[in-house]
């Protein structure tokens, strides 16, 4: 059974900077693409960014600069380093691991507010 949960989501000064983490369990990550998708109230769910098995990575223009996407294969983990942080970067933060039809996690909420 695959199991994708993420961590270090929570509320933070505009500026500020967060790492949120992904990590998978019931299957390997190293041969697939791992991303970040975002949903804020209201809105529907928007990718973010995109790691893909061969070591690119791909971003939204909205993060483009900011956003760091990576993996450590060994640990089944991908991460998203956040900083710079603004207000409308404020939504519940999922990542998907693209196997098959593909598998989500639970989500993590980041509030960037002062």
């Known amino acids: 059974q695959v199991q994708l949960v993420e961590s270090g989501g929570g509320l933070v000064q505009p500026g500020g900077s967060l790492r949120l983490s992904c990590a998978a369990t019931?299957?390997?990550?190293?041969?697939?693409?791992m991303a970040w998708y975002r949903q804020a109230p209201g809105k529907q769910r928007e990718w973010v960014a995109s790691?893909?098995?061969?070591?690119?990575?791909v971003y939204a223009d909205s993060v483009k600069g900011r956003f760091s996407i990576s993996r450590d294969n060994a640990k089944n983990t991908v991460y998203l380093q956040m900083n710079n942080l603004k207000p409308g970067d404020t939504a519940v933060y999922y990542c998907?691991?693209?196997?098959?039809?593909?598998?989500w996690g639970q989500g993590t909420q980041v509030t960037v507010s002062s």
């Open positions: 790691s893909i098995s061969g070591g690119t990575t």
């Open positions: 998907k691991l693209s196997r098959g039809s593909g598998y």
């Open positions: 019931g299957s390997i990550i190293s041969i697939y693409g």
